[in-house]
């Protein structure tokens, strides 16, 4: 079985929800989440599945530590899901094409260093743009600019706060990640 491994720096919900479709589907299998953040709520969504995490620091994260704990798991693919750090190039080198992200936004608008989450979506709104979305990348070295993998777009016209744009997003990254994850898993890339 495909095995994945889960970066992010919060919450979680999109790691949580990643692993719960993984665990029904059988397509692939979480064999670990990382984080750079001891009080992330990852952690506690990580253990409902009975997931190992990696808690590691900045410097962990830019010499070889995390690197050698990911080739111990050889994943298939390692996916960003709301990691807020910039991922390092000596990782993305040795999973070359492996690393992808989700970013809350149609890129290449709304890209870049500063802006995610909240910061996305107070953009979008206040250059009262009529749709924005989704975009699944992978991972360069630049923030934001690796090759897109899948874009899905909604409606925001009726949207008149950052956190009802929020929202709309959430529910497209539920609908729509699990599935390009599964679909690159069970493909040849």
Same mark, same amino acid.
């Given at each position: 079985?495909?095995?994945?491994?889960?970066?992010?720096?919060?919450?979680? *919900?999109?790691?949580?929800?990643?692993?719960?479709?993984?665990?029904?589907?059988?397509?692939?299998?979480?064999?670990?989440?990382?984080?750079?953040?001891?009080?992330?709520?990852?952690?506690?969504?990580?253990?409902?599945?009975?997931?190992?995490?990696?808690?590691?620091?900045?410097?962990?994260?830019?010499?070889?530590?995390?690197?050698?704990?990911?080739?111990?798991?050889?994943?298939?693919?390692?996916?960003?899901?709301?990691?807020?750090?910039?991922?390092?190039?000596?990782?993305?080198?040795?999973?070359?094409?492996?690393?992808?992200?989700?970013?809350?936004?149609?890129?290449?608008?709304?890209?870049?260093?500063?802006?995610?989450?909240?910061?996305?979506?107070? %953009?979008?709104?206040?250059?009262?743009?009529?749709?924005?979305?989704?975009?699944?990348?992978?991972?360069?070295?630049?923030?934001?600019?690796?090759?897109?993998?899948?874009?899905?777009?909604?409606?925001?016209?009726?949207? *008149? *706060?950052?956190?009802?744009?929020?929202?709309?997003?959430?529910?497209?990254?539920?609908?729509?990640?699990?599935?390009?994850? %599964?679909?690159?898993?069970?493909?040849?890339?």
């Amino acid at each position: 079985m495909k095995k994945m491994v889960l970066f992010a720096s919060g919450n979680g *919900s999109n790691a949580e929800n990643i692993m719960a479709h993984f665990e029904k589907s059988g397509q692939g299998t979480v064999v670990g989440v990382f984080t750079n953040n001891s009080n992330a709520k990852v952690i506690e969504r990580a253990k409902k599945f009975q997931i190992p995490t990696y808690i590691f620091n900045k410097t962990e994260l830019s010499d070889d530590t995390v690197l050698n704990q990911l080739q111990e798991l050889q994943p298939d693919l390692i996916v960003l899901a709301g990691f807020l750090l910039k991922f390092p190039i000596h990782i993305i080198n040795a999973f070359p094409n492996k690393v992808i992200n989700i970013h809350p936004a149609l890129l290449p608008n709304y890209g870049g260093k500063g802006m995610y989450g909240i910061h996305v979506h107070q %953009a979008v709104l206040e250059n009262k743009e009529k749709e924005t979305g989704i975009t699944v990348h992978y991972v360069n070295e630049h923030f934001d600019e690796g090759e897109f993998i899948f874009q899905a777009n909604i409606n925001i016209e009726n949207c *008149s *706060s950052a956190e009802e744009i929020a929202q709309k997003i959430h529910e497209l990254e539920r609908e729509h990640f699990p599935k390009v994850i %599964a679909t690159l898993l069970t493909s040849n890339f």
